[in-house]
């Protein structure tokens, strides 16, 4: 299924208040949804090796999903945790640490993007994975070498040395300017970005118009998670594809 079978009117991000030093803890039960966010999409390949246009049609169904690959996504999506409110009113935070934090569940990630990568996006030679700053440095560099890839990376304005390209963009909250060295990419090069969250979409939009500025041949976008009612695919003008989507809020022994 993808985020276009979805209603088009994004959620107001309103919680009710909670403790906001209490983490929720991901269900494997899938429990019901308790926010103000849209449940968890289900079924849920959330991922598509179909055509997209720029406004985002899909036009062709996606192939089977390997079951290997839907074990790993319920393990991963397990581990999360979320935090009401954070890191401003409104907002349910995904946040991915406890993935790193087990060397099991780490080698689960990385060969889960793996999997995605390779059976989706393409069984040809990837050249570069460029990763979105910071949470896109935390296992794009990993991927990269399973892939025999180089890595690249997107970061915020001001870090990068010697020329640069530049763009700005809005994300679920706030506004940034993202950079890449003129030089990281040469033209023609078959690039992947990847991402932990697409939630409006805005990061990910800039990242994949900087990678074309570059002249990079850009296969795909791949993300552990989508915000699927966030429409973020929309703006982005090559097949998306992602370990899980949609948000809903788990319940938690300390609510
Ligand atoms: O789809 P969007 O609405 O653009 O939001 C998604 C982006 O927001 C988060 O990054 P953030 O800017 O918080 O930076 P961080 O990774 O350094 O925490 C996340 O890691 C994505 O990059
Ligand atoms: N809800 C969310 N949780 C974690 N990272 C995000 N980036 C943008 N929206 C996010």
């Given at each position: 299924m993808s985020s276009s079978n979805l209603p088009s009117t994004a959620p107001s991000h309103g919680h009710p208040a909670?403790?906001?030093q209490q983490p929720l803890t991901n269900s494997?039960?899938?429990?019901?949804?308790?926010?103000s966010h849209r449940p968890r999409?289900?079924?849920?390949?959330?991922?598509?090796?179909a055509s997209q246009t720029p406004q985002g049609s899909l036009t062709a169904t996606p192939p089977t999903r390997p079951p290997e690959l839907a074990r790993l996504e319920v393990t991963l999506r397990s581990a999360l945790r979320q935090y009401p409110d954070f890191p401003s009113p409104g907002i349910l935070f995904e946040d991915i640490m406890p993935l790193f934090v087990s060397p099991a569940l780490h080698e689960d990630l990385i060969h889960a993007l793996h999997l995605l990568v390779t059976h989706y996006v393409t069984s040809q030679k990837i050249d570069v994975v460029v990763g979105l700053e910071s949470r896109g440095f935390l296992f794009g560099p990993s991927l990269a070498l399973r892939l025999g890839a180089a890595f690249v990376p997107v970061r915020?304005?001001?870090?990068?040395?010697?020329p640069c390209e530049t763009e700005g963009f809005q994300k679920e909250y706030g506004a940034d300017e993202f950079q890449m060295q003129s030089d990281a990419i040469k033209p023609g090069q078959r690039v992947v970005i990847v991402d932990d969250i697409i939630a409006t979409g805005g990061s990910a939009a800039a990242a994949g118009k900087l990678v074309r500025k570059l002249g990079g041949d850009l296969l795909a976008f791949a993300f552990?998670?989508?915000?699927?009612f966030l429409k973020?695919?929309?703006?982005?003008?090559a097949p998306v594809h992602t370990l899980f989507a949609g948000q809903e809020e788990a319940l938690s022994s300390t609510r």
């Open positions: 909670k403790d906001l494997s039960t899938n429990p019901p949804s308790t926010s999409s289900n079924p849920d390949p959330t991922t598509s090796n915020k304005k001001g870090k990068l040395p010697g552990l998670m989508e915000l699927d973020g695919r929309d703006k982005l003008d």
